[in-house]
């Protein structure tokens, strides 16, 4: 029961070690997906600001080009945190983390810089990201936002955090009980080995029970004696429980902030959405009051092209009848 229970506890670490692994590749191969689809935007709102500026020239009506450009914008905004720039000539620029990224028809690539390889994997740095524009490539040293911020923020801090805190409570709880153990004799009345062994570069997920049934050092007397003195100290986990604890709860407190965080930022967004609209949609009452007004006009035309033709047709065809 002792050997399953520990199996069981190191299976379990190990899982969670392996979940934040899974977590984390997920996480590169999602970021190598959004920043090709930011090049794709990018390239597709320099093709539509040529487009607007070849219009103007021709005096051609652009209203349907400038929503897809406002479309596109917004989606950059989305996927990066870009700030767009409408410009004189109905263009936008859009700048990601102080770069331009769009400019006229321009479009630069986003590059993922260090921290991921082109198969997805890990190459041992942070993320970081680059604009490549015409051969040169500019270095992003501001934050970048949006949805490839997100990314890079659970691929440099929190996962690794997190795995980091893992492997320390699984190093915590293999010396904790490796040193009771030790400090035993198993049933042949050998001293004790380690009752658990790890990697020190993956703790949590290395981590597995090292010793057989009759290796298990519960006695504190040599030669052995049936004596079960230290197998309590061995069952303590000691601050390694409490150690684990803070590391959930203080997952757990990160999670609720990022849900009230972006609870708060989607009644910004509703806000900032609304105002825009009222700006440049159509508002509902005033078109009504519009239409309104339009059709009390024709009604009052109707009725005054009523009155002169019944004012013709009796000077016509009525006057001077005696």
């Known amino acids: 029961q002792v050997l399953a229970r520990a199996d069981s506890l190191a299976g379990a670490l190990s899982a969670q070690a392996a979940n934040v692994s899974a977590e984390t590749a997920t996480q590169r191969l999602t970021l190598q997906g959004t920043v090709a689809e930011v090049d794709t935007v990018a390239a597709e ?22 929503d897809q450009r406002d479309h596109l914008a917004l989606r950059l905004a989305d996927l990066t945190g870009g700030l767009g720039v409408l410009q ?11 770069v331009d990224l769009v400019s006229g028809s321009t479009a630069g690539r986003l590059r993922i810089a260090s921290g991921v390889t082109a198969t997805g994997g890990p190459d041992g740095q942070p993320v970081t990201f680059a604009v490549e524009t015409g051969g040169t490539t500019t270095a992003l040293t ?3 936002r949006g949805r490839v911020g997100a990314s890079a923020d659970l691929l440099n801090t929190t996962l690794p955090a997190y795995a980091a805190g893992l492997g320390a409570v699984a190093k915590e709880l293999a010396d904790t009980v490796n040193a009771a153990h030790t400090g035993g004799f198993d049933l042949d009345g050998n001293p004790g080995q380690p009752f658990f062994s790890y990697d020190p570069a993956d703790p949590a997920g290395s981590l597995q029970v090292a010793v ?6 519960a006695s504190s007397l040599p030669g052995g004696g049936l004596d079960g003195s230290l ?3 061995i069952g303590t986990p000691g601050t390694a429980e409490g150690s684990y604890q803070r590391l959930v709860n ?11 965080l972006v609870r708060t930022q989607s009644l910004l967004t509703t806000q900032v959405d609304s105002a825009r609209e009222q700006l440049s949609g159509v508002n509902l009452d005033e078109e009504t009051v519009a239409m309104l007004t339009a059709q009390r006009a024709y009604e009052a035309a109707a009725r005054v092209m009523s009155v002169m033709d019944s004012v013709l047709d009796t000077l016509i065809n009525r006057t001077g009848i005696g």
């Open 88 to 98: 004189a000539d109905g263009t936008m620029t859009v700048s990601v983390a102080g």
């Open 212 to 217: 057989t049934a009759r290796q298990v050092a």
């Open 142 to 144: 501001a934050d970048v």
């Open 45 to 66: 709102l320099a093709a539509t600001n040529k487009a607007i500026s070849s219009a103007s020239l021709d005096g051609v009506d652009t209203s349907d080009l400038a």
């Open 231 to 233: 197998a309590d100290a």
């Open 250 to 260: 203080g997952f757990g407190t990160e999670v609720a902030s990022a849900q009230r």
